[in-house]
């Protein structure tokens, strides 16, 4: 297995349109997590998943997003009308169970919304 | 709730020479784990370093050392023998360990080497 994988790498989207984007773990890997990166800023939590559930959203994730992790392997991430402020990166993180594991990154999709 | 704070947004150090990235954290939690996270331009995090509030010894990886101080809430990075590819962002990120939370992360430190 070579990582964390996302795709797209990069999409850009008028405001007002829905994108999605997917997330493929690390195989062997029960918790995935989504993260959001503006620039200047470390990412923020966005929501994760252990296996198929979702655990935990931030207030950050507002009515327009959704995420989902059907078969508890990869993961979606959908926003509904974009806005210009949902520019950002969108990071995408995988681990195992455990306080100690570290949570293994993918690239990131690179998000802009003209 | 948890924050992390790391107070140098830029950092220099000379190639070969050791430099220390600051980072404060506050909580009310006992158990938590402290990380470390390299952003090269590139943009992937890289997993560098982790901490445990009860690990009685600072962790070290290679080049990297963690300085832990509990009483202080401090978890410095340091870097040894600096190298022209330490250039990067770094980020200290915490989580609780009771519930298995996501990371909080702090803002970052932007280093380069300088040859």
């Known amino acids: 297995d070579t990582g964390v994988s996302q795709d797209p790498r990069h999409k850009i989207t008028k405001r007002g349109q829905n994108v999605t984007f997917r997330c493929d773990p690390i195989s062997e890997h029960n918790r995935l997590y989504w993260y959001r990166q503006t620039l200047g800023q470390g990412p923020e939590f966005l929501t994760y998943f252990q296996n198929e559930a979702q655990l935990e959203k931030s207030r950050l994730l507002s009515d327009r997003f959704s995420a989902e992790r059907p078969k508890g392997s990869f993961s979606t991430l959908e926003i509904q009308r974009t806005e210009q402020g949902d520019s950002a990166m969108y990071l995408c993180?995988?681990?195992?169970?455990?306080?100690?594991?570290?949570?293994?990154f993918g690239p990131g999709t690179r998000l802009t919304v003209l | 709730a948890q924050k992390i704070t790391q107070t140098q947004p830029g950092m220099f150090v000379q190639e070969k020479e050791a430099v220390t990235l600051d980072c404060t954290y506050d909580?009310?939690?006992?158990?938590?784990?402290l990380f470390w996270y390299k952003q090269p331009s590139s943009g992937e995090m890289i997993f560098l370093i982790y901490?445990?509030?009860?690990?009685?010894q600072n962790a070290t990886e290679g080049r990297y050392s963690l300085n832990f101080q509990k009483a202080r809430k401090s978890a410095n990075l340091v870097i040894s023998a600096s190298q022209l590819g330490d250039s990067a962002m770094y980020f200290c990120a915490m989580r609780r360990n009771s519930g298995n939370t996501p990371l909080v992360f702090g803002k970052g430190t932007r280093l380069s080497v300088i040859a």
């Open positions: 993180a995988s681990s195992l169970s455990g306080n100690s594991n570290e949570q293994f």
């Open positions: 909580t009310s939690d006992q158990s938590y784990g």
């Open positions: 901490q445990g509030s009860y690990d009685e």
